[in-house]
């Protein structure tokens, strides 16, 4: 398994503000991936964070309101920029130690007014 | 894109029945497993099954494939109050380092 950690582990926002959520990871990996499972919803991936090369997107999110960080191979941020209370999701990373299973964090629960 | 539609959406249960979900999804896959969340935390990885396997065990979870259909089932028996929690299929296309593709999810409440 994978020991996983993100902070914040919520966050309450005003909009117009960004925030910058942290995933660490206790080994490194090759990829690691960012989700947004907004309320009462399934997870969507954002983007993939391959260490070395920009993140690839996912259909409907841009870089410059999801910019992601990936500078080694144990680390990754995500920002989300220019909150609005749409963006009220809980964020989630996960990793794939170059098996199947992919581990999740424990999540950030952001709340945008 | 979601691949994967689970029913039913919502499941209620007493205690030491047994749940029954399903998992439908539309491409070929490599392999594919189940996550459960609690109250909107991290997803908890349960069971994979790849595509050559046609049923899995854990404990108290049984998972079968049915890659002719695209389709698959967790089953919990003798359910407890702490299984409440919303149950995720999600599929692997390919193998490995690749993104998951999640189903909708079912939420399991277990009645005491």
């Known amino acids: 398994s994978a020991v996983i950690s993100q902070k914040p582990s919520r966050d309450i926002c005003q909009r117009g503000t960004s925030l910058t959520i942290q995933c660490q990871v206790d080994?490194?990996?090759?990829?690691m991936f960012w989700y947004r499972q907004q309320p009462g919803q399934s997870l969507t991936l954002i983007a993939t964070a391959n260490q070395g090369s920009e993140a690839t997107y996912e259909s409907g999110f841009v870089i410059d309101k999801f910019p992601i960080s990936r500078p080694n191979l144990t680390f990754s941020t995500l920002t989300v920029s220019n909150m609005s209370p749409e963006d009220s999701s809980i964020y989630l990373c996960?990793?794939?130690?170059?098996?199947?299973?992919?581990?999740f964090g424990p999540g950030t629960r952001l709340l945008v007014l | 894109s979601q691949q994967g539609e689970e029913d039913p959406q919502a499941l209620s249960i007493q205690e030491g029945e047994n749940a029954t979900m399903n998992c439908s999804y539309k491409?070929?896959?490599?392999?594919l497993q189940w996550y459960r969340q609690n109250s909107g935390r991290g997803l908890v990885h349960l069971i994979l099954?790849?595509?050559?396997?046609r049923e899995k065990h854990s404990g108290r979870l049984r998972v079968t494939l049915d890659t002719s259909k695209k389709s698959s089932s967790l089953l919990i028996t003798a359910s407890r109050a702490a299984d409440t929690a919303s149950y995720f299929c999600?599929?692997?296309?390919?193998?490995?380092?690749?993104?998951?593709?999640f189903g909708k999810g079912t939420r399991l409440s277990v009645i005491a």
């Open positions: 491409t070929s896959i490599n392999n």
């Open positions: 996960s990793v794939d130690r170059g098996g199947e299973t992919q581990y």
């Open positions: 999600a599929t692997d296309p390919y193998s490995g380092n690749t993104p998951l593709v």
């Open positions: 099954i790849r595509s050559n396997e």
């Open positions: 080994s490194q990996v090759t990829m």
